[in-house]
T-cell receptor, first 115, second 115 residues
Framework: KAGVTQTPRYLIKTRGQQVTLSCSPI?????VSWYQQTPGQGLQFLFE???????NKGNFPGRFSGRQFSNSRSEMNVSTLELGDSALYLC??????????????FGEGSRLTVL | AQTVTQSQPEMSVQEAETVTLSCTYD???????LFWYKQPPSRQMILVIR??????QNATENRFSVNFQKAAKSFSLKISDSQLGDTAMYFC????????????FGTGTSLTVIP
């Protein structure tokens, strides 16, 4: 069974540009969550989608947005990039919409560098 | 506020020895679930162990075990018989029963196993 796939793995952008990251969850998983990982900050929750609906959103500015398609694939978009947006963006999928000890399955991440 | 604190940014242990990683958390919720995730260098995060807060018995998975002290809101991870493959960043995390797949992560502990 294929794991969580994120594309692209690495990308470099300049300030003011926008970026779109893609995530394909494990087959059968309907929940997709996004996290931002930076040194010293750990992982910060961005948002979660389940069955094409955003269920939860973290404390990030409106420049960060996402969506989920009918096949459960998800994209996140960051507009008007800032230097502080440089980070590893992790996607995680889950079979259920949360609760219990159900685990998150993570992709390898998309490393974004903003110059 | 939901927070996780990992007070040891870096640790090292000799191969075959035992090491304990500390984690404290804060939540006002009564129903929550605790996790330890491992992130090897340049590889994806994987679940190490999980624990339901309502269970008093500490979880164990092979060489990995936890010491869960609910009153102290402490959830430490013990790794016995450390192996070189245990070298990784370890993240403590929890989620509550009403926040879907929004996990709260600590800032991580970088563990190096020395041969």
């Amino acid at each position: 069974k294929a794991g969580v796939t994120q594309t692209p793995r690495y990308l470099i952008k300049t300030r003011g540009q926008q970026v779109t990251l893609s995530c394909s969850p494990i087959s059968g998983h309907r929940s997709v969550s996004w996290y931002q990982q930076t040194p010293g900050q750990g992982l910060q929750f961005l948002f979660e989608y389940f069955s094409e609906t955003q269920r939860n959103k973290g404390n990030f500015p409106g420049r960060f947005s996402g969506r989920q398609f009918s096949n459960s694939r998800s994209e996140m978009n960051v507009s008007t990039l800032e230097l502080g947006d440089s980070a590893l963006y992790l996607c995680a999928s889950s079979l259920q919409a949360g609760g219990g000890t159900g685990e998150l399955f993570f992709g390898e991440g998309s490393r974004l560098t903003v110059l | 506020a939901q927070t996780v604190t990992q007070s040891q940014p870096e640790m090292s242990v000799q191969e075959a020895e035992t090491v304990t990683l500390s984690c404290t958390y804060d939540t006002s919720e009564s129903n929550y679930y605790l996790f330890w995730y491992k992130q090897p260098p340049s590889r994806q995060m994987i679940l190490v162990i999980r624990q339901e807060a309502y269970k008093q018995q500490n979880a164990t998975e092979n060489r990995f075990s936890v010491n869960f002290q609910k009153a102290a809101k402490s959830f430490s991870l013990k790794i016995s018989d450390s192996q070189l493959g245990d070298t990784a960043m370890y993240f403590c995390a929890f989620r509550t029963s009403n926040t879907g797949n929004q996990f709260y992560f600590g800032t991580g502990t970088s563990l190096t196993v020395i041969p």
